[in-house]
């Protein structure tokens, strides 16, 4: 009889701890909405709201890449500098007379490459991922660098730019990426055997290993496929700006890492959420937005966000830390 | 060594000369070794003496120096994990290799999740075995959509044994199956293995507590210093004969001599 009341409990406890950090989420965006709402008429105008979706959308692309890097247990510090360096490649093969559609293929494919040699680094030479992707950011940002030589490339045919400012209806084309890509990352991750395996990497390589299953085809696949959606925000950036910069996507990693982190992706793998990392992502938006609605100086838009940034993520851990110690008992 | 009493029955494996080394550190010096089918083998010996490497050997994770391993009327100089999990040969590891944070569905589907549509892995028909193999064992859980994090060690112990079987393993290797567990826990997997042998598996275990191995065996092979030094049929033996040859009291003067210096 007690135990399965216990079990009940047990149950319920669980239940809030997974879906807490997007709860808490949901929560300080309302906040951030109602008062925003009322401190400018601005704010809530669709106007605006398009605005938040059009800048987010950026955002999201990379760190759904990330979201799958993290719950495999990994970490991708090149995504900023792949994204520049795909963009200028896309832009330097456009200069050189290759049409639109190939060059950003050939762009995806230069993104999906660095992924692929970070992976293959961190899984074949078992390097840790946090020092084999900060050498790949720095070596894809001097490509990059040597490619333009440091001088930015412009002026693209159209077929190009609209994917940074073309319309379709009211929504732009960074907007239904990023849209297309949520559902895709989400259905992956959740219900195919490379999402399972993604998250069993990060939960227990070993066990997966011993299980029979190729590791290192499934962690090169991860970074590959952050490789691309960095490429894919390469793109983006560089359509919207009509400009391939080397220095574009500058600290972009860091973006991603906390948008992802915050919508409770557990750092140490195992766990990934696509719907947080996107909620969270709508969130910093919506923060960068409000702050600058609010006339706040750019050099305090900074520090609020590193503020909210470090109050969410310790409040969701020490709530499910509590869950945690609440259970074992 | 004694040639066992198992007439009549092919062994599902068989190791010749096995032979291991780390560097200058020889873990295994030459093991023959058969399991058979239906019946549960005890494979015990001191600290050192090579248990884990061989069976290491065995589900593939290492791969022996010298030696041939025999399966299926096949003979191969080592195994991998993949081509010891398609052989039949599944181990229950000590640490279990339980993926901690996800449901215990996907822990028992580790690896061979089944798919519809070619792409989505079937969630519901993962539950369904799951539970049906779980009741099978007698093993007791909350829900198979709990992650296995939050169970005891006798109900992840279960999920291992349950992982092994549904690989379609015919042979089912323990590694110190009952460490850290309490006496309730450690009984009522025992009694778990012992079924696995009385279904047909070729059970292979490793264990300190000459209890439970005579509580649940049908032979018992010593090892020391690398080598198998006997095999007895459980029946024929008693605690302190087995004791005796871990420790080595029981062999001639040369062989203890030899030992000895190797150590």
Redesign the interface.
């Known amino acids: 009889m007690q135990k399965y009341v216990q079990?009940d409990l047990?149950?319920i406890k669980?239940l809030t701890s997974h879906i807490f950090p997007q709860l808490l989420l949901i929560l300080v965006m309302l906040i951030m909405v109602i008062l925003l709402s009322v401190t400018s008429p601005f704010f809530l105008t669709w106007d605006n709201l398009r605005n938040i979706f059009d800048h987010s959308s950026l955002y999201i692309i990379l760190a759904l890449g990330m979201t799958f890097v993290i719950s495999s247990g990994g970490i991708d510090l090149s995504v900023g500098a792949v994204a520049a360096l795909s963009g200028v490649c896309m832009a330097a093969a456009m200069q050189g007379g290759l049409e639109a559609g190939l060059s950003i293929l050939g762009g995806l494919i230069v993104g999906g490459l660095m992924g692929a040699a970070n992976g293959s680094i961190i899984s074949f030479l078992k390097i840790n991922p946090f020092i084999v992707t900060l050498g790949v950011m720095s070596l894809s940002r001097g490509l990059a660098l040597i490619i333009t030589g440091g001088i930015p490339i412009y002026g693209f045919p159209r077929d190009f730019t609209w994917w940074g400012n073309g319309h379709i209806g009211p929504f732009n084309p960074p907007m239904l990426l990023a849209a297309f890509l949520t559902v895709l990352a989400a259905v992956v991750l959740n219900?195919?055997?490379f999402?399972?395996y993604t998250?069993?990497l990060?939960?227990?390589e070993?066990?997966?290993?011993?299980?029979?299953?190729s590791i290192h085809l499934y962690k090169i696949i991860v970074y590959i496929l952050s490789g691309v959606a960095a490429a894919l925000g390469g793109l983006v950036v560089t359509a919207r700006l009509n400009t391939a910069e080397p220095l574009a996507g500058w600290m972009l990693e860091m973006d991603s890492i906390a948008a992802v982190v915050l919508g409770g992706t557990?750092m140490k793998g195992?766990?990934g959420s696509v719907a947080g990392t996107v909620t969270a992502c709508l969130l910093l938006g919506m923060l960068r937005n409000g702050l600058v609605i609010l006339s706040i100086p750019s050099y305090y838009q900074q520090l609020v966000i590193g503020i909210i940034i470090l109050a969410a993520v310790i409040i969701a851990e020490v709530r499910s830390g509590k869950n945690l110690a609440f259970?074992n008992k | 060594m004694s040639k066992c009493c198992t007439l009549g029955k092919n062994p599902f494996i068989r190791l010749r000369n096995i032979k291991k080394s780390f560097g200058h550190v020889v873990a295994l010096d030459g093991v023959d070794l058969d399991v058979y089918p239906g019946e549960v083998t005890a494979l015990v010996g001191d600290n050192g003496a090579g248990k884990s490497t061989l069976i290491k050997i065995i589900?593939g994770?290492l791969y022996p120096d010298e030696g041939e391993i025999s399966l299926n009327g096949k003979t191969y100089r080592h195994l991998t994990?993949?081509v010891a999990?398609?052989l039949g040969i599944s181990?229950v590891?000590q640490d279990l290799?339980?993926?901690?944070?996800?449901d215990v569905a996907?822990?028992i589907f580790?690896?061979?999740?089944p798919?519809k549509a070619r792409?989505?892995?079937d969630?519901k028909r993962m539950n369904r075995e799951s539970e049906e193999l779980l009741r099978k064992l007698k093993v007791s859980i909350?829900?198979v959509t709990?992650?296995v994090e939050?169970l005891s060690g006798g109900q992840r112990q279960g999920i291992a044994v349950a992982?092994s079987i549904n690989?379609q393993g015919k042979m089912i290797i323990f590694d110190e199956p009952t460490a850290a567990m309490g006496v309730g826990e450690s009984a009522r997997v025992l009694k778990l293995i012992r079924s696995l042998g009385d279904e047909g598996f070729a059970v292979l275990i490793i264990s300190h507590n000459l209890h439970h191995v005579f509580s649940i065996s049908d032979r018992i092979c010593v090892l020391r210093n690398g080598r198998l030094v006997k095999d007895f049929r459980t029946e024929n033996t008693n605690p302190d004969q087995v004791v005796g040859f871990i420790t080595g009291s029981n062999q001639r003067t040369e062989e203890f001599r030899k030992g000895s210096t190797k150590a």
């Open positions: 079990t047990t149950k669980l219900m195919s055997r999402g399972y998250l069993a990060g939960g227990n070993e066990a997966l290993r011993r299980s029979g299953v557990s195992g766990k259970i | 589900s994770v994990p993949p999990i398609e181990t590891y290799a339980l993926v901690d944070c996800r996907s822990n580790l690896g061979r999740e798919l792409f989505f892995v969630k909350p829900s709990t992650p939050f992982r690989q």
